[in-house]
């Protein structure tokens, strides 16, 4: 299924933006873990709408049900489903979308697969809403993973022409309680969200995320490699147009000489580079260094500024669409956390695969 992801540790997402639940179904999670609920909760608030100028005014509370999976606390080995209920639905603000698709989001696609039976209230299946659930699968491996000496972080590198300090690839410091690395970049990141904003506009921008404690020898070549990985699950969160890994796309501007990662042994013995261009992935495999990518987020589609559109009913004359309801001028601040989910779920995935810890 398309809303599938993972091997040994498999996550299914289900509901839709404004069903009466939005939920996500986790088997393969290992046994006998007790999660911390309050934590998970607070990693959820991170993501929720409804925070500041810079989201959307829709208020949910995102408070995890657990239905299935846990006995007195800990996972049982069934699988873990759990449920957020969409409490403030307003579907009437959707009504000419029904008619004329937004520029840039899914509505046309989507039209054009299912017909009319589409469910285009806040984007249906295709909304930003469904990484919530997401933040619930991968907020609890990223407590797991924790416990095993992983830690993931990721941090705004850009939002607009505004940008941020970018980690040290060889020894990421990673972010507790912030958005940035500099404060003074999420200063003006703000401005430049209220700019946008005020223009009845969006932005777009880039995180990057990085991983750290990952042993040596995680993932498959090819198909099954860690950056094949990363990427699948990365592209399933909406507005993600871009990932790169190390460095990237400024690789290419590199000689060889210049862009090898020379190994040697640090003073506990282990095999280290003295530089990370690889972002901690050769072959597909993991080096043992950080892991580091990025990925970027393309701006809002939908802004209060008229736009040109078509409609469905088969009139050819232009159309101008204004749309209407609650939406975030720049999706990037909220999305932090559903990078570092994705990753965590990724990186579990690859290590149970490989029955490190079975």
Known sequence: MSSQFGTALKIQIFGQSHAPAIGVSIDGFPVGFTPDMDALKTFLARRAPGQGAYATARKEPDKPEFLS?????????????????NTD?????????????????????????????????GGGHFSGRLTAPLCIAGGLCLQYLAQKGIHIGAHILSIGAVH???????????????????????????????????????????????????????????????????AQILFGIPAVKGVEFGAGFGCTELRGSQNNDPYYYDENGFVRTRTNHAGGI??????????????????????????????FNGTTAPAVLEIKGRHDPCIVPRAVPVVEAA????????????????
């Not at 999976?69 to 209920?85: D, F």
């Not at 050769?282 to 078509?310: C, D, L, N, Y």
Request: charged share 20%.
């Open 164 to 230: 941020d300090t970018a980690f040290d690839p060889v020894s990421p410091a990673l972010p507790v309680g912030a958005l940035t690395l500099d404060p003074a970049a999420w200063e003006k990141m703000q401005e430049e969200i209220a700019a946008a904003k005020a223009e009845m506009d969006s932005v777009g921008g880039v995180i990057e995320c990085a991983v750290t404690g990952v042993q040596a020898g995680y993932g498959e070549p090819m198909f099954g490699g860690m950056e094949n990985r990363l």
């Open 282 to 311: 050769a072959g597909g495999i993991s080096t043992g260094m950080p892991i580091v990518f990025r990925a970027a987020f393309k701006p809002t589609p939908s802004i209060a500024r008229p736009q040109e559109t078509i409609r």
């Open 343 to 358: 990753a965590a779920i990724a990186i579990l995935d690859a290590i149970l695969e490989g029955n490190q810890w079975s």
């Open 69 to 85: 999976g846990l006995v007195e606390g800990h996972t049982c080995g069934a699988p873990l489903t759990a449920i957020i209920r």
């Open 89 to 121: 639905t307003r579907a009437k603000d959707y009504g000419n979308i029904a008619e004329m698709p937004r520029p840039s989001h899914a509505d046309y696609p989507a039209w054009v697969k299912y017909g009319n039976q589409a469910d285009y209230r």
